[in-house]
């Protein structure tokens, strides 16, 4: 019997408490506008927060969910939004502002202004607690997104999310059991776990997408699946370590069958680049781009 939404949200121990505002700055940069927010979490924990948003909007407008990446460089979290990292041919937060979106990036556990900690201590004292450090990050992401929706520059019918590597699956999995989300786009990081397993592939994973007892009752590709008939684009370089061809495959399979099932085909799409590894090109940021001007500000 396939997972449904709520048992993924139980197995994830995802909370969908919004974070809470406890300090702003804005000022103007290269066209845009860059907000730096502070939040603390239902824990209490302070979470830095970057938002971009075009500099003149008129009423409400679409916004991104933004999860940036690991690449084992705790020191940018959020910063991602603003600064880019290796992976990515530049910055989005700039670009997001200047085709007419607000965009808001936290630091996830261990990352930027939440690095006191390393990845292994809060995965292992998430794990001793019955929980996992993934679940704590889907919550903050949660509450993210809750927030962005009170906001009066954001449309909440039009939210949407975005990420590249660990925040590409932090995007699919929020979507799966967040409704909220009316559309998502992830690059680098979809591929079927059990295959990962079988040939050693997973270990090239930090241990924060550890989720103890996740692989015995529902996959990747089943997850990506509860995010239809909502649209998604998921976009992947074929010579990618990470997610090796066999490991696409099967969680493609199994993702395209239940947009099937939802008479949504044409609201999952895909593309595949040969001799791309982990890392974004222009035909992926083109595609990104698109698709969510297609799917959120054409609402």
Known sequence: MAITTE?????????DSALLLRGARTEERGGYRLERLTFSNCAGEPIRGLLTRPLKLDGSAPAIVYAHAHGGRYDIGASELIDGRPELLGPLGPVFAHAGFVTLAIDMPTFGERAGETESAAAKRAHWYGKSLFGQMLSDQAGA???LTTR???????VGMFGMSMGATLAYWLAAVEPRLAAIAHL??????ATLVETGAHDLHGVYLTVPGLLAETSTGEIGGLVAPRPQLICLGEDDALTPPLAIERALQETRAAYANAKAARALEVL?????????????REAVLAFLARTLKAG
């Not at 009066?152 to 039009?158: E, I, L, Q």
């Not at 040969?274 to 992926?284: A, R, V």
Request: include cysteine; charged fraction near 20%; proline fraction near 5%.
């Open 145 to 147: 997104l809750a927030y």
């Open 152 to 158: 009066s520059d954001v449309d909440a019918r039009r």
């Open 7 to 15: 048992r993924l949200r139980a197995l994830l121990g995802v909370s």
């Open 188 to 193: 680098c990081c979809f591929a079927d776990f």
């Open 272 to 284: 595949t680049q040969p001799g791309i590894g982990h890392m974004e090109t222009q035909p992926m």
